[in-house]
């Protein structure tokens, strides 16, 4: 299945519960892509393991096969059987485990918020480090994302390197420290690991409540490098306001902890190459990207009549992260400013869902107005095509990749300034930040003035200065924003680890 790697380059193995675009919820599932994609172009070999979902978008798995062995892991006192099987996503070898446990794991028909996740998870990631294990494998790093498998650090070293596992340094990506997978403290012996020893409050032990364990905090104890997905945002989560608990833990690993901004897949996200638009297009040729704004206000039955009216986008998931309330005001706002709203996104939270379906009912023909509530890969390449602007007013956000898909896709962002947002969009109106830099409408305070205030000067710019405005989408979908630099920060981060490890037992 896999390629050995050439002889300078490092073995990676990811451990994560997405990827895209096979089992994606969110930007994580991008991330493991993005970022395994870059890394095996800079020449590394880089796997991963996934859990085996029903769910999964199996078409865009190539040569899907079981491996003719089974690998046994330990869970609740016994050992249970995995069938493995090996495919190749986007060009990347991934292991699918399936777990023969009678709780059908990953047979529930979606991939998170079930009453057992932390089961299914810690289950998860021991039986990946098992087949790591028992395949032979000798990684230098393997590479574990938010808490789902967060668990693999302190396995790694507590279960697995004394069993010969031991060639790896541990990396762990925080994606959102709103997700810590806190569980009560005995839960955590059903994958092997001591309570007694973990719970603890230097290991596992949550730092609110001490009866319940911490995954994440787990993660960022027991691994060698621990990164997140912004500099700002690992700033942000230092501090007691926006640490969600973990800002103590943080402060005192602060020597291993690093924010690094993602990338986007620039294949995936190519306008000149997107096969779900009607039409492709690039910054030199943008009569493609009216064309693609045409063809969207007919498919979702809006209003054609003007070519020049404005047309803001938003694809997201509806939690409150994402501002929810400033979203639903900014739909009214446009109406009013004489704009159209595409919104593209759907809630896990009952209320937000119920709302959002109100709104939507409310708006279902008219003319300037769409919302659809649901996931939808195709109808988000068209949105990002068809908009002028792209709104983003997220209370926090770690990374955010809407954003730089907006710029690629020439649709002019408007962001609230935090986290990752902070790092990839900055104001027009700014003059404290070099021109070639310049590249969206910003605000700062998370309140319906300051959403109204970026959305009137965006409205602004785009009807009285039509050509700067031209020049700016052009410049956005200029900006690089591809894996290439954040995939050699990791690596950076990966080689100094391992050569460390390597100095560490000669000496
Ligand atoms: P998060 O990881 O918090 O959800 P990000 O901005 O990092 O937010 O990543 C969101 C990703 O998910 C983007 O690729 C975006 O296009 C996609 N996405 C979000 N909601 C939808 C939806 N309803 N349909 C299709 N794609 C969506």
């Known amino acids: 299945l896999t390629s050995s790697p050439k002889s300078s380059g490092l073995h990676v193995i990811h451990i994560a519960a997405e990827m895209a675009p096979v089992a994606k919820v969110g930007g994580l599932g991008d991330v493991v892509t993005g970022l395994s994609k870059a890394l095996q172009k800079k020449g590394h070999l880089v796997e991963i393991v996934l859990p085996k979902y029903d769910c999964m978008q199996y078409d865009r798995i190539c040569d899907l096969r079981a491996l003719d062995f089974v690998i046994e892991s330990y869970f609740d006192g016994r050992l249970f059987r995995n069938k493995v099987w090996v495919g190749t996503v986007e060009g990347l070898p991934v292991y699918f485990i399936e777990p023969h446990h009678p709780?059908?794991?990953?047979?529930r028909g979606q991939f998170y918020g079930e009453n057992d996740d932390f089961k299914r998870f810690s289950f998860f990631s021991r039986a990946a480090l098992e087949l790591l294990l028992q395949s032979g494998k000798k990684p230098d790093i393997i590479h574990c994302h938010d808490w789902q498998t967060a668990f693999v650090a302190p396995l790694y070293w507590d279960i697995y390197a004394p069993k010969g596992l031991d060639s790896a340094r541990i990396c762990f990506t925080c994606h959102n420290f709103e997700y810590q997978g806190t569980a009560p403290a005995s839960d955590l012996a059903s994958c092997g690991l001591d309570v007694n020893q973990l719970n603890r409050p230097d290991r596992m032990q949550d730092n609110s409540a001490h009866n319940r364990i911490n995954p994440v905090k787990g993660g960022i104890v027991f691994s060698n490098i621990v990164t997140t997905v912004s500099p700002t945002y690992a700033q942000e989560v230092r501090t007691a306001e926006e640490g969600q608990g973990l800002h103590g833990t943080l402060n005192s690993h602060s020597k291993k902890f690093i924010g690094i901004l993602n990338g986007i897949d620039a294949d995936a996200w190519n306008p000149a190459t997107d096969t779900f638009l009607k039409v492709q297009y690039s910054a030199n040729d943008l009569q493609g990207k009216a064309e693609n704004k045409e063809a969207l206000r007919r498919h979702l039955g809006l209003s054609s009549a003007d070519v020049r009216q404005p047309l803001v986008g938003c694809i997201t998931r509806l939690v409150p992260q994402k501002g929810v309330h400033l979203i639903r005001h900014a739909i009214y706002r446009t109406l009013e400013l004489g704009g159209q709203f595409v919104l593209l996104g759907s809630s896990p939270v009952p209320h937000i869902q119920r709302e959002f379906e109100g709104i939507a009912n409310h708006f279902q023909s008219h003319d300037h107005i769409r919302l659809i509530l649901k996931y939808d890969e195709s109808l988000s390449h068209s949105i990002y095509a068809a908009s002028d602007m792209f709104l983003i007013p997220s209370i926090f956000e770690p990374c955010g990749l809407t954003q730089m898909i907006g710029m690629r896709y020439g649709a002019i962002p408007i962001v609230r300034k935090t986290g990752g947002l902070n790092d990839s969009v900055f104001d027009v109106d700014d003059d404290t930040i070099p021109l070639q830099f310049r590249n969206g409408f910003t605000f700062l305070t998370p309140d319906e003035r300051a959403v109204n205030s970026a959305l009137e000067r965006a409205f602004n710019h785009?009807?009285?200065?039509?050509?700067?405005?031209?020049?700016?989408?052009?410049?956005?979908?200029?900006?690089?924003?591809?894996?290439?630099?954040?995939?050699?920060?990791?690596?950076?981060?990966y080689e100094k680890s391992v050569a460390r490890a390597r100095a560490a037992s000669r000496a």
């Open 103 to 107: 709780a059908k794991f990953f047979w």
């Open 462 to 493: 785009y009807r009285n200065n039509r050509e700067s405005w031209q020049q700016l989408v052009q410049k956005d979908m200029n900006m690089d924003f591809s894996w290439e630099s954040s995939a050699t920060h990791y690596e950076e981060l």
